[in-house]
Structures are given as C-alpha cells and as structure tokens.
C-alpha cells in the first residue's frame, strides 16, 4: 500500500489521483454552456470515479466560469454526487476589463467575493479547499488571513491552499494564517522539471538545468517538511510523451523511453508518466487534465505500477535531454 497523502490528514477521503476541470464546459469562449457540455462532464467525471478519483480541482477561469457551471449542472442532475467528492477551486487571476489589464488579484475582498462567485457556479455551500492561483505581487499576508477567516468562519471553505508559489512565498503568507495551508500546486512532471533541477542541480550553469530553476529552490522540501500536498498540474504534458502530439525531436528519447517502459509493466504510457511523479517521497497528486473519458481511465494504471529507482533516473536524464551533473 502506498503512504498516505499529506492531503489525507485534512480530508481523509482525498484520493491519490485527482482530476482538473479546466477541459470542461465547452472551450474557452463566451458561449454559454449546453446540455451537451453537461453530458461531456458526466462522461469526464465517470471515468475519474472509475479510477478512484474523488478530489476535482477547478478554478473560477476555467472556460470562463463554464467548468464550474457544468460540474453545478452535474450536482443537479445527482445531487448525491457533492458528497461523493472533496471540491476544490481557486481564484485571483483576473482578465483584462474596464479597470485593468489581465491580472492577479489577492485582495480580501476580491477573495471572497470570487469565492461566493464559484459556489454559486457550483450551486454548492462550501468548497473543500480554496487556493489561491497565482502570487500577487500586491497581495498582503494580514488581508488574505482575514479574508480566510470570514470564508471558513460562514462555512464557506474548509480548507486553503495556494498555487504556483515557491517557498519564501509560502512561509511569508503562511506567518500570518491562523491554520496551515494545505495544498501547493505547481506545474511538475516530465515536461516541467524546474521544480526538480532546483534540488539536483543548484548552478544554472551545470550541465541541462533549465533557466528559472533556482527559483523553486527549497520548494519541494518545504511542502514535504510541513507536510503541504504537492499537486502537479499538467502532469501528462498535454501528450508530449505519451500522445501524438510531440513534434520536439528532443522530446524522442524519453517518449521512447515511455513507450518502453510501459510495454515492460504493461500499461499505458500515461500509467508511467503519473507514476513517476508518484514515486517522489513529496508523495504528489498528479492532476489528470485530460478531457478524454478513455485516457482518463488509461491513468488509472499509475496506481498498479512501481517503477525502480533507475527505471526513474533514466526517465528523468531522457526528459532534460541531458545527464545529471
């Protein structure tokens, strides 16, 4: 049996897979919303639960507020679905409008206010947890903790969490909140290795780190030493490695290596690329972004695979495209 989640301390009913809304609702226009969408989720949302998935992460923008729509549609339709899943959403990014340009804002007040937004999209009264998408350079440690206050204080979210933040900025906000942040999601995997280069090689200038990998530096230790969920958002790489999508000649050798690696344990290439994100001691949670019912079964195999320490160095030197230093 794998170790718990960190996750699991919070929401013991957390899977170890988790499943991202940002396909659903019908595309990333202002179209509104059909039954046929609605039917499209269901599909989506069955074959998660098929696989043991329970956590679905959305986020106020995906498909402009239709992601959260549909899923509410879906509760309708099975209202005893709300129970069967821990909810999770995340607001403060902002489009361009009349008072600015695209934009992130964590302002108390813009948070609650997003937040009262997705339920209602949502047609729930709460969110399992609520993170907050992106850093903002404006943002105030003393004002999101009040606004944390009010939203749990009204049972209105249970739980906090952030996303695409690094260490010093997790533990300058983390000071001033009355309970831990539970969750960080971060873009990881074997087409995002920034987050993993910070810890092997420290020197930008060693052999194959990408550039901006220093700024994740102490990140995954963080999250592992007070026990914060590493969730890894486009943990398949839109199908670099195990679709027909890659046109990288330098993505060949490690989507060879994936092809390989899942003819041996006989699954699917996405049952390996999840599974080496799962081998991590962090113990991540990837986030399954597919809006295919079929791979989002096919991801179900990472849970039956256990690759060997050089199974995974071998994926991980294949992905850089160069050895470790």
Not at 173 to 186: E, I, K, S, T, Y
Request: glycine share 10%; with cysteine.
């Amino acid at each position: 049996m794998s170790p718990a989640l960190p996750l699991q301390q919070h929401l013991p009913m957390t899977s170890r897979l988790a499943y991202g809304c940002m396909g659903l609702g019908g595309g990333w226009d202002r179209r509104p919303w059909t039954e046929a969408d609605v039917d499209h989720a269901q599909a989506c949302v069955e074959a998660a639960l098929d696989i043991g998935v329970t956590l679905f992460d959305h986020a106020d923008i995906y498909t402009f507020g239709k992601a959260e729509s549909v899923f509410g549609a879906l509760f309708k339709r099975q209202p005893s679905l709300r129970e069967r899943v821990v909810l999770q959403s995340k607001c403060g990014i902002r489009f361009a409008d009349a008072d600015g340009p695209k934009r992130y804002d964590l302002s108390g007040g813009y948070i609650v206010e997003a937040v009262e937004a997705s339920l209602k999209r949502l047609g729930t009264e709460r969110l399992d947890i609520l993170l907050l998408h992106r850093p903002d350079p404006l943002m105030q440690p003393d004002e999101i903790a009040e606004a944390f206050r009010l939203l749990r204080d009204a049972g209105k979210v249970a739980h906090f969490g952030v996303s695409n933040m690094n260490a010093g900025q997790m533990a300058w906000l983390g000071h001033a909140l009355a309970q831990p942040l539970v969750v960080n999601q971060l873009e990881l995997g074997l087409g995002h290795l920034e987050p993993l280069d910070a810890a092997t090689c420290f020197n930008d200038r060693q052999a194959g780190a990408r550039p901006g990998a220093l700024a994740w530096a102490g990140t995954m230790e963080h999250c592992q030493q007070h026990g914060i969920q590493l969730q890894a958002w486009s943990a398949l790489a839109r199908g670099r490695f195990s679709g027909e999508t890659a046109q990288d000649p330098a993505d060949e050798a490690a989507r060879t290596l994936v092809r390989e690696l899942a003819q041996r344990h006989g699954v699917s290439t996405e049952g390996i690329l999840l599974a080496w994100l799962m081998k991590h001691p962090a113990r991540i949670q990837p986030v399954i972004g597919s809006a295919n019912p079929e791979r989002i079964r096919a991801c179900g195999d990472a849970l039956r695979v256990q690759l060997s320490r050089g199974e995974w160095y071998a994926l991980y030197e294949a992905a850089r495209g160069a050895p470790l230093p």
